[in-house]
């Protein structure tokens, strides 16, 4: 608000002291305070006018001069000022004040520079608006150091009474500063170098004058600070004040606009008070949404002064949110997680939100399998699949204020043995594989969510384009690790196939590098059946030299070697040795990440899944194969021997005697080093 200013006293009479009034001041703290010397405001703390960077200048807020009593004290950044010989007494900012109703106009404001922004700046002036005349020059010898600032334009007419006053602050060459030197911009500090990125503040931006006698000043108001509402709430009285030199505050008439009629209607603006002590109540419209309330204040002589201030009107319960959640998966007999997940709400408490929850398949994870941890926002479950069941089930947590209610899915799955990566019976409600999931399979290409499961089985079709795949547990698998994996599946063909072969099935490194392709079509088949073929990842196939009849289920396991880029095809096998076929195609070593599915016009037929694993050993994904003994090749070198399997289900076990009892040998994984000793030992695969 208007009153007397003290900064450079000592340069005024004393006379003008005591009746110098601020006519404009630019503290540049936000209103209200946010606590941030990061963020500012350029638009004035006291009166009216305009602030701007010119000369091509960068700006920011930053903290600002001691002087400022605020606790929020800003000042204004500036930096990217001219090279050292370029564009003299253009760069700086510039400040458009209305002195109409005074005299005897003075400047006052603080000034720091860095070591390397320009030692001189002038003051330039303006009373017509555009033509620019000097002012004094403001040598600046100390970087890093408030300055205060002082200049009188008492004995410039035209500064004074007049609404086209304005003044710049502008960085200027030594030369012209001096009247001798160099036509170049000097450094603040001595022994530094001048930089156009050295910065200059600005802070307490004053100005200052003596009213006229019977001048009409313009009135001033208050800030008002950001309200928060729910749609239909009412504020209650807002407290503000208003005043005018000339005129009691009880003549002074306010007036209101909003930018969001719809979220605060202008006739929701409702002043009371006859004094200079007013209120505004505010009653929030039927949207949601920002609205900016501008009041302005107008004195009998037409003068005004506005202040403007931010209403959010939110719903009159949001519901609370839940988020973090994402498929897990377990071994048959395992719970799985604690699983963390987040949830919140913008009126309730996060220790008061209640979270429940369900499986889709409560055959396979009862509701007591749920058991719920955490407090506050950071919540966790932990999932207890039924004893002896393995499957896939969607899961819903809800999060619930009391009223209003939010939800999230994830899906689960619990693998029937430590060996298989991806375990899929396909044993879900009719509709899309990817929400009927909780999206354990994701969207590859084509149109989302065409791809359905039907009666407990999948359904692939010529007609449809979406392709799906399903990340592998433990995944993704690198190459050099010597990792086999091994994938099958019931299939079912309804109808015939193209004659060309087109792939259906294939692993996957993410969405675009396929592997281990499974092909369906008609070529070198008898009259009404079709041929499966493999290829390693393209289109030239390798074709099992088998007749398969349509509506018939038949086993489809494929064994795809990650270092190798190999990939081997069988159709029922109840043996690895079983005949089958191998693809011929190189291809180069990548990661295998997932399984997939795929959907074309080139296939031209109806194809029905289901009963898909994914596996590191043969046995995991042939699950009503003969077991086969393991193999344990042992290699000797000087001093020791190499021992190494291929199943990582099988774990070493080692005896003195072969009439002795085996123990695991701590730690061993294939290949494994044995140092020969004078002790004999003998090994063996245990699973």
């Known amino acids: 608000m208007k009153g007397t200013s003290i900064i450079g006293v000592a340069l005024l009479p004393p006379a003008l002291v005591v009746q110098a009034e601020i006519v404009a001041q630019w503290n540049f703290n936000s209103r209200p305070p946010d606590g941030s010397t990061s963020t500012g405001a350029l638009?004035?703390?006291?009166?009216?006018?305009?602030?701007?960077?010119?000369?091509?200048?960068?700006?920011?807020?930053?903290?600002?001069?001691?002087?400022?009593?605020?606790?929020?004290?800003?000042?204004?950044?500036?930096?990217?000022?001219p090279g050292a010989a370029t564009n003299n007494r253009t760069a700086g900012v510039q400040f458009s004040v209305d002195t109409s109703g005074y005299t005897n106009v003075w400047l006052s404001w603080a000034q720091r520079h860095s070591d390397t922004a320009s030692r001189y700046c002038r003051l330039l002036y303006t009373v017509d608006g555009y033509t620019w005349l000097e002012g004094r020059v403001i040598e600046m010898t100390t970087g890093g150091v408030w300055s205060n600032v002082v200049a009188d334009l008492g004995a410039v007419a035209g500064a004074a009474n007049n609404p086209a006053f304005g003044f710049q602050i502008v960085t200027e060459f030594e030369s012209t500063a001096t009247g001798a030197g160099t036509n170049r911009y000097l450094p603040t500090a001595a022994g530094s170098s001048y930089s156009s990125s050295g910065t200059i503040r600005f802070d307490l931006v004053t100005v200052n004058g003596i009213r006229l006698p019977g001048a009409n000043t313009a009135p001033g108001i208050s800030a008002i600070p950001d309200q928060v509402l729910r749609v239909g709430q009412s504020s209650g009285p807002i407290e503000f004040t208003v005043w005018d030199f000339e005129e009691a505050g009880s003549a002074l008439v306010l007036s209101e606009s909003s930018s969001g009629p719809a979220v605060v209607p202008d006739w929701n603006i409702v002043f009371a008070g006859d004094t200079g002590h007013r209120t505004v109540t505010l009653t929030a419209g039927e949207q949601p949404g920002t609205s900016t309330i501008t009041v302005y204040v107008y004195d009998s002589g037409g003068k005004w002064s506005s202040t403007s201030f931010r209403v959010t009107v939110l719903p009159w319960n949001t519901s609370p949110w839940i988020g973090g959640l994402a498929g897990t998966h377990t071994l048959i007999n395992s719970p799985a997680g604690p699983v963390p997940f987040t949830v919140g709400d913008l009126?309730?408490?996060?220790?008061?939100?209640?979270?429940?929850?369900?499986?889709?398949?409560?055959?396979?994870?009862?509701?007591?399998?749920?058991?719920?941890?955490?407090?506050?926002?950071?919540?966790?479950?932990?999932?207890?699949?039924?004893?002896?069941?393995?499957?896939?089930?969607?899961?819903?947590?809800?999060?619930?204020?009391?009223?209003?209610?939010?939800?999230?899915?994830?899906?689960?799955?619990?693998?029937?043995?430590?060996?298989?990566?991806?375990?899929?019976?396909?044993?879900?409600?009719?509709?899309?594989?990817?929400?009927?999931?909780?999206?354990?399979?994701?969207?590859?290409?084509?149109?989302?969510?065409?791809?359905?499961?039907?009666?407990?089985?999948?359904?692939?079709?010529?007609?449809?384009?979406?392709?799906?795949?399903?990340?592998?547990?433990?995944?993704?698998?690198?190459?050099?690790?010597?990792?086999?994996?091994?994938?099958?599946?019931?299939?079912?063909?309804?109808?015939?196939?193209?004659?060309?072969?087109?792939?259906?099935?294939?692993?996957?490194?993410?969405?675009?590098?396929?592997?281990?392709?499974?092909?369906?079509?008609?070529?070198?088949?008898?009259?009404?059946?079709?041929?499966?073929?493999?290829?390693?990842?393209?289109?030239?196939?390798?074709?099992?030299?088998?007749?398969?009849?349509?509506?018939?289920?038949?086993?489809?396991?494929?064994?795809?070697?990650?270092?190798?880029?190999?990939?081997?095809?069988?159709?029922?096998?109840?043996?690895?040795?079983?005949?089958?076929?191998?693809?011929?195609?190189?291809?180069?070593?990548?990661?295998?990440?997932?399984?997939?599915?795929?959907?074309?016009?080139?296939?031209?037929?109806?194809?029905?899944?289901?009963?898909?694993?994914?596996?590191?050993?043969?046995?995991?994904?042939?699950?009503?194969?003969?077991?086969?003994?393991?193999?344990?090749?042992?290699?000797?070198?000087?001093?020791?021997v190499i021992l190494r399997w291929e199943d990582p289900a099988f774990h070493l076990e080692s005896a003195a005697d072969l009439d002795a009892t085996f123990t695991p040998v701590q730690g061993a994984v294939s290949p494994f080093t044995n140092l020969l000793t004078a002790e004999r030992r003998f090994f063996r695969l245990k699973r």
């Open 43 to 81: 638009s004035p703390s006291v009166g009216l006018g305009t602030a701007i960077p010119i000369g091509g200048i960068t700006s920011s807020f930053s903290s600002g001069s001691a002087a400022d009593p605020e606790p929020d004290n800003t000042a204004w950044h500036t930096t990217s000022y």
């Open 347 to 640: 009126e309730t408490p996060a220790g008061n939100l209640v979270v429940t929850g369900c499986a889709w398949n409560a055959e396979l994870l009862p509701p007591s399998g749920l058991t719920f941890g955490g407090s506050g926002a950071d919540r966790t479950v932990t999932l207890a699949p039924a004893a002896g069941r393995a499957g896939n089930t969607p899961v819903t947590i809800e999060v619930s204020d009391g009223t209003n209610r939010a939800s999230a899915v994830f899906a689960l799955m619990v693998r029937p043995d430590p060996a298989v990566v991806f375990y899929e019976p396909f044993d879900y409600a009719d509709g899309s594989l990817l929400t009927n999931s909780g999206f354990l399979w994701a969207h590859r290409s084509g149109s989302n969510g065409q791809c359905a499961v039907l009666a407990g089985e999948l359904q692939l079709s010529g007609a449809q384009t979406e392709d799906v795949l399903g990340l592998l547990a433990g995944g993704p698998y690198q190459r050099s690790n010597r990792t086999v994996l091994y994938a099958s599946f019931k299939l079912r063909v309804e109808t015939l196939p193209k004659p060309r072969p087109e792939y259906f099935a294939h692993f996957a490194d993410g969405t675009s590098t396929l592997r281990g392709r499974v092909f369906a079509g008609t070529t070198n088949a008898a009259p009404g059946c079709y041929r499966l073929s493999v290829a390693n990842g393209s289109e030239t196939v390798v074709e099992l030299a088998q007749d398969l009849q349509t509506n018939v289920t038949y086993r489809v396991v494929s064994r795809y070697d990650i270092d190798a880029a190999t990939t081997r095809l069988w159709v029922d096998p109840a043996l690895e040795t079983d005949p089958g076929v191998e693809a011929t195609d190189s291809q180069p070593p990548v990661k295998i990440s997932s399984y997939a599915f795929r959907q074309d016009s080139g296939l031209g037929a109806v194809l029905w899944v289901d009963d898909l694993r994914v596996g590191l050993t043969f046995a995991a994904v042939v699950p009503d194969a003969p077991p086969e003994r393991p193999r344990l090749w042992i290699t000797p070198e000087p001093g020791r």
